[in-house]
């Protein structure tokens, strides 16, 4: 399974950007559990939110609460993360992740399959 995320870029405080990550390869996409983690330079990698299998289950990071949205679409093979009310805090790689086990783990180490990063940078 391969997973890219992408949607990144340079965003003012206060702005929007919504994320997406693409499953291909042998994959069982619709029986993953999908993550989003972040990492920003010096610091250890933070759980951002989670969904389950169908989509009807998501977990979100205290970070996340009330600002970040993730949904799916199966059909897609592709999870997304919308995020709204950008802070210059949430500057970051963000990277997205499968667990097999079809989970809204907030644990990294769930997660079987990872992805590349894609940067998000928000400006004062």
């Known amino acids: 399974v391969q997973l890219q995320a992408s949607g990144g870029g340079l965003v003012q405080a206060g702005g929007s950007l919504r994320l997406s990550c693409a499953a291909s390869?042998?994959?069982?996409?619709?029986?993953?559990?999908m993550g989003w983690f972040r990492q920003a330079p010096g610091k250890e990698r933070e759980f951002v939110g989670a969904i389950n299998w169908g989509g009807d289950s998501t977990y979100s990071g205290d970070s996340a609460k009330g600002r970040f949205t993730i949904s799916r679409d199966n059909a897609k093979n592709t999870v997304y993360l919308q995020m709204n009310s950008l802070k210059p805090e949430d500057t970051a790689v963000y990277s997205c992740?499968?667990?097999?086990?079809?989970?809204?783990?907030?644990?990294?180490?769930?997660?079987?399959?990872w992805g590349q990063g894609t940067q998000v940078t928000v400006s004062s």
């Open positions: 390869g042998r994959t069982l996409f619709s029986t993953y559990g």
């Open positions: 992740a499968a667990d097999r086990a079809g989970r809204a783990s907030s644990s990294s180490r769930e997660y079987e399959y």
